[in-house]
């Protein structure tokens, strides 16, 4: 498994979008880990690994990036920063983690020729307070004499849930990520997503800064039972000026996104009739997307009509027009004729 495979939950995908990008890996091991063990790292050289130490077995229960670091004193390091993404805990979770530092350690066999250290550190966002232990003898009840005979290793916890909403925010590029994934579960996220916008906001200007956001996006309506479209446009209009403009931009960016999997699509089926059902399929998705997040109700109260297009063009000038639509009514305009 890579890190650019597609993953089916969206936990994972944007765990995985939040934890890549630029500078944020670097801050997360800088504030999390104990300072003894940062001391230990020099974090100028930190190199993403594309590669997975999570197989089938380990799916259920992680999603991962793993990072090879230098050691100040000489030598190198994994630091894998696993996500649990359970809706349960589990008590079995150190010999999880002892089966992926083993594929870890086979892993550097395979690519070093000798063995690395594996640092796994865990992230957690459930309700649920952690009371699992974070030392793997723990799992046995053992007399002082064997337990020379059992492996031990600790794992570093880092549980978002006993972090202030300040600590997490002390910078942007890992605050918008850790914040939103510390409230998804709970019915605060619709008061805390402003600020989380206004976060987003002070890093607008870099170049990765809108696609994290159309992810953040896409993150909150899908996996959050406590937030909807209109919650969405609410706080992007509160937190940024150009609040309007920035849902039109993302919108587009749905669309797309949606054209270009329904054009892979057909061309998969490899039949003038498959492409063309793939990309109206692919423009459908994309325009739904986007009706909810430029108009709330009112855009989607409209797809019942567009979704009777039969004809593409007309299906591209639809996702063109929404951008620049003012009015619901406006957008419709483009595809109703003037008898009806």
Excluded at 167 to 192: D, H, M, W
Excluded at 242 to 255: K, P, V, Y
């Amino acid at each position: 498994m890579t890190l650019m495979a597609e993953l089916t939950n969206p936990h994972d995908k944007f765990f995985k979008e939040a934890l890549t990008q630029p500078e944020a890996a670097r801050i997360f091991l800088r504030d999390y880990l104990p300072p003894a063990v940062a001391a230990q790292l020099d974090l100028s050289q930190l190199r993403l690994v594309k590669d997975s130490f999570v197989d089938e077995s380990l799916q259920e229960h992680f999603a991962d990036l793993v990072f090879e670091v230098a050691l100040r004193q000489g030598g190198n390091l994994y630091v894998c920063i696993l996500f649990e993404h359970k809706s349960y805990l589990d008590t079995l979770t150190p010999l999880q983690l002892l089966r992926y530092m083993m594929q870890g350690w086979e892993y550097s066999l395979r690519q070093r020729g000798q063995l690395w250290p594996v640092l796994p550190v865990v992230v957690y966002h459930g309700v649920a307070r952690w009371n699992i232990a974070t030392n793997f003898q723990a799992l046995f009840t053992l007399p002082d004499a064997l337990r020379p005979y059992v492996p031990e290793f600790h794992y570093h916890l880092t549980d978002l849930s006993v972090y202030s909403d300040e600590e997490i925010k002390r910078t942007a590029e890992l605050g918008v990520g850790l914040l939103t994934l510390k409230y998804i579960f709970r019915p605060a996220l619709r008061a805390r997503l402003p600020e989380v916008i206004a976060l987003w906001y002070t890093m607008q200007h870099q170049e990765h800064a809108l696609g994290y956001l159309e992810a953040l996006i896409r993150y909150v309506t899908s996996a959050s039972q406590h937030i909807s479209a209109e919650d969405v446009r609410a706080a992007i209009r509160e937190a940024a000026p150009e609040g309007d403009q920035l849902m039109g931009t993302i919108a587009q960016e749905w669309i797309r996104q949606g054209l270009q999997q329904g054009l892979q699509q057909g061309l998969q089926q490899g039949l003038q009739q498959g492409e063309h059902r793939g990309l109206r399929e692919g423009l459908l998705s994309g325009i739904r997307l986007a009706l909810k997040l430029k108009f709330g109700l009112a855009g989607a109260a409209l797809m019942p009509e567009i979704s009777h297009i039969e004809d593409v063009t007309l299906l591209q000038t639809v996702g063109d027009g929404i951008e620049l639509a003012v009015t619901p009514e406006e957008l419709r305009q483009l595809y109703r004729s003037p008898e009806n």
